[in-house]
């Protein structure tokens, strides 16, 4: 027997967003009750004893729309995703992929090593390797007399 949980105020909410994305785009507006992302990509974090690890799906999107930035210890991924153009034809047709925008944020721990941050992007995956400080080692100071 399977368990489905039946929500019906979020899919309302879905649809007021959805609605009020269409109206803003229509009217230019741009502002707080403007969303600024048009879909989320999914993300893995994977920490490891020298680096944090992030993988983002993004496929379909193009190495030169992913903005990567760090500023004040919180990790940007932004980019853009563009609507395909599709012939008019007879037949069914069905779009399910979502493009426009998309922004993640995610706030670093202060043993990130924001110099040494590198992003690369393959087959629809970003990679973003995060380095870790080296651990200061406690150390012994003789007392010497005087």
């Known amino acids: ?20 994305r269409i109206q803003a785009r229509r009217s230019g507006r741009s ?4 969303p600024v992302s048009d879909w989320v990509p999914a993300v893995d974090i994977v ?5 944090f690890l992030l993988r983002a799906d993004v496929p379909g999107v193009d190495r030169s729309e992913i903005d990567v930035s760090m500023e004040d210890g919180v990790l940007t991924i932004a980019g853009q995703r563009h609507t395909e153009q599709h012939e008019e034809a007879t037949g069914v ?3 399910e992929r979502v493009s426009g925008r998309f922004e993640r944020r995610f706030t670093l721990p202060e043993t990130a090593d924001a110099e040494g941050i590198a992003a690369r992007s393959a087959n629809g995956i970003l990679e973003v390797s995060i380095p870790k400080q080296p651990i200061v080692q406690p150390r012994r100071i003789t007392v010497e007399a005087a």
Do not use: C, Y
């Not at 502002?31 to 403007?34: A, C, D, L, Q, R």
């Not at 920490?47 to 680096?51: F, G, S, V």
């Open 1 to 20: 027997m399977n368990l489905v949980r039946f929500e019906p105020w979020s899919i309302a909410d879905l649809v007021q967003r959805d609605l009020d």
């Open 31 to 34: 502002g707080p009750e403007t």
């Open 47 to 51: 920490e490891e004893k020298d680096h």
């Open 93 to 95: 047709r069905r779009f």
